[in-house]
């Protein structure tokens, strides 16, 4: 099941052969080759020129803004090295924030794609009407998000919000949703996971209409029990697409932003500040954009790491399948 | 690095638009003027009115309002690439007028009122009140003039405080005892005061109970006040009465929960701006409106100095235009607009509009009477610093805010609390 490692190699080394080969031809053949070649560079570099604005721009500018100290006056020219990096590792409001975001991710993203899966196979059912639910759960994930936030700073209020109603009359004391340090960031995650649930259910259902049928008219032939199956022939076929769901759901979700905005603005106490509320605030509200470039930056090391170690799992993955 | 982005082409396309704009002729009382506003009462009760401004002057008004944030954010990138896009601009003074005015964006209007030409004895420069005036000066420079005013009030239900015969706190200590009298005759169906505990709005209804403490913000070296003992008094009574008789989840509340909490009979009490009177009379959305009663914050053993804050208009010390913004601003600030704006609910910084006998009739309700008055009192009385002065206001209410709330939810004393401010306030003012 797993990749040959002989043939791996073998691979590796006939590309650099090529490579090699390229650099000792001629002049002349390079100029044929590029001639040659022309039509595809001409077709791509639009699309690069595009990448290059879009992402190489801003990138290297936060970069530049990092290892300078900008004032709402204009940059200052004056280069401080890595001394807003020093800072960030110094700071104990950035380590904060790096585990709220973190804690926001792990609890949101296992509870989405937990009850994601389970509704992917709710809605594999063929019983009347499951179009239209189809339709209907997604409404959540197209509605603006600030509205969202809206109606469920209502629903969480203590006193007046529909949350504390239905815990009293359950015979439950009402809770602080949002105003008690160690509950907020759940608080946030339920808003999320509600939000969110029904995407990563739908992405994970049309993997599930994909699927062969042989291994499980196997599994049926075998004997084995709905658990078996779910088990061992469902979920090791879905992995592929669950990966592809958890990817997309956790760029967003280290991106948190909106809706703790709204609903709590980080608070109460930082309890709820990502480091993307982090970032805005130390670039919006106190005109520090050099420090804000950096957090910035190391939410982009955060977002490739765990981008990484998603890709390279999906790849482990994909070769048993 | 995605929010920084548009901020980059705003920049490019300003810079550009500097360029052009920068080859434009001699500037007159004339031509066209761009003013940059906040989605505010203020702008809507204007906005009727500039057309008679463009008839009576020939000088196009070209209004752009957005909201309170992107206001701002248009603010800053404009002004600090220089650029002339707006000329007139609303501007929050308590909270950027330091940094603003250091960085040279406002331009500075001692010059003008002074002027007899340019500011005649019909705009009564003189009547405009001691307190929001002084709010619109900052480091000695006038650099706006004020156009609407509020301060933290107390509205509180009558009819609570009658009938279990609860009287009126006359220092801030007595605040405590009649949260406390409402809580418990009413079996704590209803807190006994609705107050601020979101960390950044917390300071603007903070700042009554430190300075009637007899306390300043600074101390007379510019060194924070926050290492007396009275700050710690202060600081305990504000976080008692928000933990012990304030509503829960008080820590994420400000204006919006707390005049709801009052609205719907759920507060015998609220702390907040004299702003919320509208939210707390408005018959569709309150149930309280006949027992709406408004009064001060009483004074505490330093005297009563409520906190007044003012929103004002400025000239960009970029516009290319000054002389038409100063038409514009004259007009919008004089006594007669100043009145009708009052007609719409607009709080005139002027006294002249509140001896207005046709105005006097308008408040034909008791608690509009009362209102009036304890607004009058914050006006003549009021200390416009919201917040500990400096340029960095965001920051510098999160640590007063973040740290009271602390007490609040019961993590800290208050004398620890008063320990990290005055510390943390200290490496900021060291920082910069």
């Known amino acids: 099941m797993h990749t040959n490692p002989t043939r791996r190699s073998q691979t590796a080394k006939e590309e650099t052969g090529g490579e090699d080969t390229v650099s000792r031809r001629p002049y002349h053949q390079i100029v044929a080759r590029l001639k040659k070649n022309m039509p595809r560079y001409l077709m791509l570099g639009p699309a690069l020129l595009l990448a290059a604005l879009l992402i190489v721009f801003p990138v290297a500018y936060a970069v530049y803004l990092s290892v300078s100290d900008w004032s709402p006056t204009g940059v200052k020219d004056t280069f401080v090295g890595l001394s807003n990096f020093e800072r960030l590792l110094q700071d104990g409001l950035f380590w904060n924030a790096l585990r709220v975001t973190l804690t926001l991710y792990f609890v949101s993203l296992i509870v989405e ?137 956790s760029v967003d979700l280290l991106r948190f932003f909106d809706t703790i905005y709204v609903m709590t603005q980080g608070g109460p106490v930082n309890a709820s500040t990502t480091l993307n509320i982090f970032a805005y605030r130390q670039g919006f509200q106190y005109f520090d954009l050099s420090y804000a470039s950096t957090a910035m930056l190391a939410l982009l090391v955060v977002v490739a790491i765990i981008a990484s170690c998603i890709m390279i799992l999906r790849r482990r993955f994909s070769y048993e399948v | 690095m995605r929010v920084k982005y548009p901020s980059i082409i705003i920049g490019v396309v300003l810079a550009g638009s500097m360029i052009l704009t920068g080859c434009g002729g001699e500037s007159s009382p004339s031509g066209s003027i761009t003013v940059l506003a906040q989605h505010h009462p203020w702008t809507t009760a204007i906005e009727p009115y500039i057309p008679e401004f463009e008839e009576e002057t020939g000088i196009d008004v070209d209004l752009q309002s957005f909201s309170e944030e992107q206001a701002r954010d248009k603010s800053l ?147 924070p006040n926050f290492d007396t003992p009275e700050s710690a008094e202060a600081i305990d009574l504000y976080a008692t009465l928000a933990r012990e008789y304030g509503p829960p989840g008080v820590v994420s509340n400000s204006f919006t929960q707390s005049s709801a909490l009052f609205a719907q009979g759920r507060a015998g009490m609220e702390i907040d701006s004299s702003n919320e009177l509208q939210s707390v009379i408005d018959p569709e959305s309150s149930s309280v409106i006949d027992d709406v009663g408004v009064m001060p914050i009483p004074p505490g053993p330093g005297g009563n ?96 805010g973040n740290a009271i709330d602390n007490v609040i939810l019961g993590e800290t004393t208050a004398e620890e609390a008063a320990e990290e401010i005055q510390r943390e306030l200290g490496n900021l003012s060291g920082s910069e």
């Open chain 1, 113 to 249: 794609t937990v009850l994601g899966t389970y509704l992917a196979f709710l809605l594999n059912r063929e019983v009347p009407g499951n179009k239209i639910f189809r339709a209907l759960i997604l409404i959540p994930s197209i509605t603006a998000p600030v509205a969202i936030s809206m109606m469920w700073l209502l629903l969480y209020d203590p006193t007046l919000g529909m949350a504390n109603y239905l815990l009293r009359l359950a015979g439950f004391t009402g809770l602080e949703w949002l105003g008690d340090p160690g509950l907020v960031v759940y608080s946030l995650a339920i808003v999320d996971i509600w939000e969110w649930t029904p995407f990563m259910g739908l992405i994970i259902l049309a993997g599930l209409k994909d699927l062969p049928a042989d291994p499980l008219e196997a599994a049926d032939i075998d004997g084995a029990t709905p658990l078996q199956k779910l088990w061992h022939v469902y979920l090791p076929l879905l992995r592929p697409i669950i990966l592809v769901a958890i990817l997309l759901r």
């Open chain 2, 305 to 400: 100095h409520p906190t007044v804050l003012q929103w004002g208009i400025s000239t960009s010390a970029f516009s290319e235009n000054k002389d038409a913004a100063w038409e514009f601003m004259k007009w919008a600030t004089s006594p007669e607009m100043q009145l009708n704006l009052a007609f719409d609910g607009i709080a005139s910084p002027r006294a002249s509009t509140w001896e207005d006998s046709e105005f006097r009739e308008t408040l034909d309700e008791p608690v509009k009477e009362e209102w009036a008055d304890t607004l009058n009192f914050v006006q003549e009385e009021g200390n416009p610093e919201v917040a500990p002065p400096g340029e960095d206001q965001p920051r510098i209410r999160e640590i007063v």
């Open chain 2, 77 to 223: 990138v404009t002004l600090q690439s220089r650029s002339s896009e707006f000329d007139v601009f609303m501007s929050l003074k308590s909270r950027e007028g330091l940094l603003y005015a250091q960085s040279g964006f406002y331009e500075p209007l001692d010059e003008y009122v002074d002027d007899p030409e340019l500011a005649p004895e019909s705009y009564r420069f003189e009547d405009f009140q001691a307190s929001p005036l002084e709010g619109e000066r900052v480091e000695g420079q006038l650099v706006g003039l004020p156009i609407i005013v509020e301060g933290p009030v107390i509205f509180y239900r009558k009819d609570l405080f009658g009938e279990y015969d609860i009287a009126p706190p006359e220092d801030i200590f007595e605040l405590v005892d009649a949260a406390r009298q409402i809580q418990e005759n009413t079996g704590g169906d209803v807190y006994g005061v609705a107050i601020r505990g979101l960390n950044t709005a917390l300071p603007y209804t903070f700042g009554p109970f430190f300075h009637n403490m007899g306390i300043e913000w600074l101390a007379e070296d510019g060194s």
